[in-house]
């Protein structure tokens, strides 16, 4: 059922939004498929959210960071830092990067994607961003991939695997009203115009962690080649000593197109997966998007399987949209809301910011209750992190060609829940 909903005036500044009925969370078994031994619920409807546009006028907005001092940083697609304080968005970006976001007949998904600042970004002012860019030198040229897998601790990769793009992560230096000082810490993870991954997160081990997507080259997941892959790495970009594999940065394989990752309190690290959307090098399927527990040297099964068809053979996920979502955004709540403690809120491409309520089934994880927030449409919502008050930070996507952009778009927003306490 969807829910009605009463708010104070069109999208503006700011408005309320009061659920009056139940959320239009999924309820059909085309939407979701939990897994054999689940029991799932739809969620009570959260009430009375209120909603604040913090910057218009963007250009397709990926990573969202939050500096300690209240600063929010947002990675543009097409390669600008912008940075949003009290007063609004800056005019100027603080720093552009030439990245391959545009390309004549492809409307390319890489680019400036994920962002994350040091754990002393305070003292340091270092942030992390995953930038995709052309390969140099090109994967022709003699010693190219040789390069690769010295750069990466891989093997088994060939120049005829080869992507005409990769991924790098570029840390910067960001000062009160300037950045500069780029520096490549990692490169090589190969990708294309679509399924370029982009997921950056320092975990509570004090890691780096990025994603490859498969560039759409399905087989390549389940190989040694940079591709399909979850990568963990020390701030510098050397192999961490107590990686799945000696030498290698590669954490995790069989992956089609992670773009968000986040931490539970305990550690558990988790990833939104994007599932085939019937373009896949003639697979011939749809849907199944995942979330997965992340765990070192796991196999997620991709291309092989998909959903919970490799369960028993490959890692399972946690969960499972049946009806393709698009989960691109994926944060863990750990503000002041009492009934929203330990949930996951996902940003979905199809449309809407979905919470997912956990509960433990023995030793694992399991997604107990869902709901769709109220919220008025928003379209193509991308990135989902958290404010140091406990609010959730919202980028729309609509200016991609896949959405339909609004004379706002794109938005940076910022939900916040009822009260610290139900």
């Known amino acids: 059922m969807s829910p009605h909903l009463r708010w104070s005036r069109p999208i503006g500044s700011t408005l309320l939004i009061t659920a009056l ?90 680019g400036l994607m994920g962002i994350a600042l040091a754990p002393d970004f305070a003292t340091t002012g270092h942030a992390y961003v995953a930038a995709t860019v052309v390969r140099d030198p090109a994967p022709t040229e003699p010693g190219f991939v040789t390069r690769v897998r010295n750069r990466l601790g891989i093997g088994g990769t060939t120049a005829a695997d080869a992507l005409p793009f990769e991924n790098q992560v570029i840390r910067i230096t960001i000062g009160d009203s300037t950045a500069g000082d780029p520096v490549v810490v990692a490169r090589g993870m190969w990708t294309n115009h679509y399924h ?9 081990d004090g890691k780096l962690y990025t994603t490859v997507g498969d560039g759409r080259r399905p087989h390549l997941a ?7 892959k979850l990568f963990r790495l020390e701030a510098d970009g050397r192999v961490p000593a107590d990686n799945p594999t000696s030498g290698s940065t590669v954490f995790a394989t069989g992956l089609r197109n992670t773009q968000a990752l986040t931490w539970l309190a305990d550690g558990t690290l988790l990833g939104v997966e994007h599932g085939p959307s019937g373009i896949d090098e003639g697979l011939r399927r749809t849907g199944r998007d995942e979330l997965n527990v992340l765990v070192a040297g796991g196999n997620y099964g991709w291309p092989k399987a ?28 750990a503000g002041p809301y009492t009934a929203w403690q330990g949930n996951l809120f996902v940003g979905r491409l199809r449309g809407g910011v979905e919470r997912l309520v956990l509960a433990r089934q023995g030793d694992a994880w399991t997604v107990a209750a869902h709901e769709v ?15 140091h008050d406990g609010a959730l930070l919202l980028t729309t996507s609509n200016r991609d060609v896949r959405g339909t952009a609004g004379p706002s778009d794109d938005l940076v927003l910022r939900v916040r829940p009822p009260s610290p306490t139900p």
């Open 21 to 110: 009925a139940c959320s239009d969370a999924p309820s059909s078994a085309a939407d979701v498929t939990p897994g054999p031994d689940s029991v799932l619920v739809t969620a009570a409807a959260t009430p009375a959210l209120r909603v604040d546009t913090l910057a218009r006028g963007l250009v397709i907005p990926w990573g969202v960071a939050v500096a300690p001092d209240g600063r929010i940083f947002v990675t543009e697609r097409a390669g600008r830092l912008r940075v949003i304080t009290a007063a609004g968005l800056r005019p100027e970006p603080l720093m552009t990067l030439t990245v391959h976001a545009e390309d004549p007949g492809w409307h390319p998904e890489s």
């Open 196 to 204: 370029a991954g982009g997921a950056l997160a320092f975990g509570p």
């Open 222 to 228: 389940q190989t040694e080649a940079p591709v399909g």
């Open 306 to 333: 998909y959903g919970w068809e490799g369960a028993g053979t490959f890692t399972a996920p946690l969960w499972v949209w049946g009806r393709s979502v698009a989960p691109a955004g994926l944060v863990a709540y």
């Open 373 to 387: 927030l109220a919220l008025p449409p928003l379209g193509r919502v991308r990135t989902v992190a958290l404010d």
